[in-house]
């Protein structure tokens, strides 16, 4: 409960305090190194207001005895978009996979059927979140992403195993397929964030246009020191991030336990001292 | 039910809490030995609430002037071009929301300067009342200083980042924006500006302007001089619908023959970065010419 809190008072809140920039007329101004550095900052903003608030149910929950499924379990360490959905909104994307994906066949009606029962579990999906064209373009942009990567795979997937590439060039593959993953569900939000989805390529023309102007540090230093707790989060989450903790939990458990009271005294306090201005949880929407 | 606290848990919530009261009292001694320069906000929202906190924490800082109003006032920075000046302009707000705070803190200063600007009808900025007004927060500053807006460390970090290390300027007229950039926002203000106010809006901004009106009166019975003023825009946005039919709405709440009207600038190419906010250059020009036309007002 005290991540969930940390990552919605102190991550969150202070965040959304530069992301009003992506909103029209503003964006017309914004340069494309910061309209980058935006898209980041609302990417980091959804996934700490709603883990964050996802946490605090849970914990909320387990002090009165409940156990509720963990909705989100680091997504932006995810190497595929269809990893990405398992990670992100748990419980919606089990629902929409139980009851939509395999009652229309799954994948077992073909590949071209697959492709199209993505896009069309996806496009509902996006409607899920509210009556408007631009959550349906979000929810096809999400199936059209899995449906071409579907593609990938299919084509790909011998050749790769065949000329064991995955250990030959292993970190580095796994890095370029979680910045490509990030950067494609980054530019996904850009819909949920503005009100049209003609604003969403505004914005991105906006940013083109702007290019030759310089990056605003004063909205860049704020919004990657305000990434780096969650990007340490997720961190901690790789498989690298996994193993050591464990080799130090195994090394010395007492010691480990202590580190890890502080690290949670470290979260409380900035609870306490920096939470930002208090806003609605922007799922509270849908 | 989960079982509560069990023995062998307790070295984790004693470190825990030693964490936290180790950062609290260590972070507190630093502010309150004048280790921790105080940040003026890293956000709009986050500099409001500073402005608004400083006049009630401080009140040995507390000056005899005072000039209300939007960013577009905040942008003249005044109290750097005249100390006896205190900012109570906010960004996103209006001069209605300056007058609340100025009246909640009790100072009554010499002179106050209003920005006179269609801002006015979106009302008292409830959010940073809310903020300044919440019970027991004023006392718990009075006693925990890093509890007050300007010391919250990520701003503080933030701001020693930004100025000192990366040496931006936190100022918020840029002039970075491009020629082109500028002009797609602005034909994009003159033509929210050319819309005719809605039924709501129009109501909306009657009503703020009779606040406005009663906080100016107010004042004026208590002595104070009170001059309202009209910032520049760029030209086109002066023909739009909003921009006339606002001023003829104060004008005629605020009769020239009654209250003070600072004289409109005669120049009309002013620079501005979206239609509204003038860049930092012609901000200047501006706010060298408002203090001397103040000076010589009567």
């Not at chain 1, 190194?33 to 849970?58: E, M, R």
């Not at chain 1, 449906?147 to 011998?158: C, G, H, N, V, Y």
């Not at chain 1, 949920?192 to 310089?214: C, D, G, H, Y």
């Not at chain 2, 004023?138 to 040496?167: A, C, M, N, W």
Request: with cysteine.
């Amino acid at each position: 409960m005290i991540v969930g809190f940390f990552l919605k008072l102190v991550i969150a809140d202070n965040i959304k305090d530069y992301t009003w920039w992506i909103a029209f007329p503003y964006y017309e101004v914004v340069s494309f190194k910061t309209g980058l550095i935006l898209i980041l900052a609302y990417s980091v903003q959804i996934f700490t207001d709603f883990a964050g608030y996802s946490l605090i149910a849970i914990g909320l929950a387990w002090m009165f005895g409940y156990e509720l499924i963990q909705n989100f379990n680091f997504p932006y360490i995810s190497q595929s978009i269809s990893e990405f959905w398992r990670r992100w909104h748990i419980s919606l994307s089990t629902w929409l996979r139980d009851y939509l994906y395999f009652p229309l066949g799954g994948n077992r009606k073909g590949k071209f059927r697959t492709y199209v029962n993505l896009m069309i579990v996806m496009g509902l999906g996006g409607l899920w979140h509210g009556a408007a064209i631009s959550y349906i373009i979000w929810g096809l942009y999400h199936g059209i992403g899995l449906a071409i990567e579907r593609m990938f795979a299919d084509l790909l997937e011998p050749l790769w195993k065949r000329y064991k590439l995955e250990g030959a060039l292993g970190w580095w593959v796994a890095l370029a397929k979680g910045l490509f993953v990030f950067t494609f569900v980054s530019f996904g939000w850009l819909l949920f964030k503005l009100t049209t989805s003609t604003q969403a390529i505004e914005f991105v023309i906006a940013m083109w246009r702007n290019r030759a102007m310089p990056l605003d540090m004063s909205v860049a230093a704020p919004v990657i020191l305000l990434s780096i707790p969650p990007f340490i989060y997720h961190l901690l989450a790789t498989p690298r991030g996994m193993a050591l903790r464990k080799s130090w939990s195994e090394k010395s458990p007492a010691r480990y336990r202590r580190l890890e009271a502080c690290a949670f005294g470290i979260l409380l306090y900035f609870i306490f001292a920096n939470a930002g201005s208090s806003d609605a949880f922007i799922y509270f929407q849908f | 039910m989960h079982s509560s606290t069990s023995n062998s848990e307790r070295p984790f919530f004693i470190a825990l809490v030693a964490t936290f009261a180790v950062l609290l009292v260590g972070y507190e001694l630093l502010v309150r030995a004048g280790r921790v320069d105080s940040s003026r906000g890293i956000t709009f929202f986050e500099e409001n609430i500073v402005k608004a906190q400083q006049l009630r924490d401080y009140p040995n800082r507390r000056k005899e002037s005072v000039a209300l109003g939007s960013s577009l006032t905040a942008n003249l920075y005044l109290p750097s071009l005249d100390g006896q000046f205190v900012d109570l302009a906010f960004r996103g707000g209006n001069s209605l929301t300056g007058f609340e705070i100025l009246q909640e803190s009790g100072h009554v200063p010499k002179f106050i300067l209003v920005e006179m600007t269609d801002t006015l009808k979106s009302g008292l900025d409830k959010k940073l009342l809310r903020q300044q007004q919440t019970t027991g927060f004023g006392t718990l500053r009075s006693f925990l200083f890093q509890t007050r807006q300007e010391y919250r460390p990520i701003s503080v970090g933030v701001h020693d980042i930004t100025s000192e290390v990366l040496k931006v300027e936190l100022r918020g007229t840029k002039t970075s924006t491009s020629e082109d950039a500028r002009a797609k926002a602005i034909a994009g203000y003159v033509r929210g500006q050319s819309a005719e106010y809605s039924p709501k809006e129009s109501a909306d901004l009657d009503a703020s302007l009779d606040a406005l009106k009663s906080f100016v009166d107010e004042y004026l019975k208590k002595g104070t001089r009170v001059v309202l003023f009209n910032p520049p825009v760029s030209e086109p946005a002066t023909k739009a619908y909003r921009y006339q039919e606002f001023l003829i709405r104060a004008l005629n709440k605020f009769p020239p023959e009654t209250y003070t009207w600072l004289k409109i600038h005669p120049r009309k190419d002013w620079v501005t970065n979206d239609g509204s906010h003038l860049v930092k250059e012609d901000a200047d020009v501006y706010a060298a010419w408002l203090l001397q036309e103040v000076k010589q007002s009567p």
